[in-house]
């Protein structure tokens, strides 16, 4: 079994409005020093088998037909 982390977040100079909000109710609740806050999602998955190759490149087609948006979003792929 492969464990799996894919993280999906907005591109550099696309809007986050969610992200702003966050960080709006972040200082209003008194959370001094924010720079920026960004949102994103965050999706663990197990694979079965142990070709950690093939559940890599399985992955990549799920985030680029299903997970991530690739237009505006970038994912990243973390495998234990």
Known sequence: MIKARITVTLKNGVLD??????????????FEGLA?????KVFDVEIEGDDR????????A??????????IEDYSITLD
């Open 17 to 30: 409005p969610q992200g702003k909000a966050i960080e709006g109710a972040c200082r209003n609740l008194g």
């Open 53 to 60: 190759d093939g559940a890599k490149a399985r992955l990549d």
């Open 62 to 71: 799920m985030c680029e037909k299903l997970l991530a948006n690739t237009v």
């Open 36 to 40: 920026s806050v960004r949102q994103g």
